[in-house]
């Protein structure tokens, strides 16, 4: 015989399983070199793009947020999205599966 905590209990479900930071920034570098080429754009554009007279942004750095070994900062993350003509969700989100 179940009491009534038992009968009305949810059922919980197990939490999903997130990507390791990463794994997760590994996979914003690729999505990110993904729209850059479908834009057409090459890294130095990005470069000259996404940096300031006072904080340029180097072609060794930028590679390094397309291969996933740094994050991007947000707002450069928004304003990059905005430069290839894309949601910055479609730059985080993602369905790709870790290596």
């Keep these: ?3 009534e905590a038992e009968a009305g209990a ?8 997130f990507m390791p ?4 920034t590994a996979a914003m570098g690729r999505r990110l070199r993904a729209a850059r080429e479908a834009a057409g754009k090459t890294i130095k554009e990005m470069c000259e793009l996404l940096g300031t007279e006072d904080k340029p942004i180097s072609i060794n750095a930028y590679r390094k947020y397309e291969s996933g070994a740094i994050s991007m900062r947000s707002e450069m993350l928004i304003a990059a ?13 993602t369905t790709d599966q870790p290596n």
Excluded: F, S, W
């Design 21 to 24: 930071k990463n794994e997760l």
């Design 81 to 93: 999205a905005a430069h290839l003509g894309c949601d910055p969700a479609d730059l985080i989100v």
């Design 1 to 3: 015989m179940t009491n």
């Design 10 to 17: 949810v059922e919980r479900q197990p939490y999903p399983q």
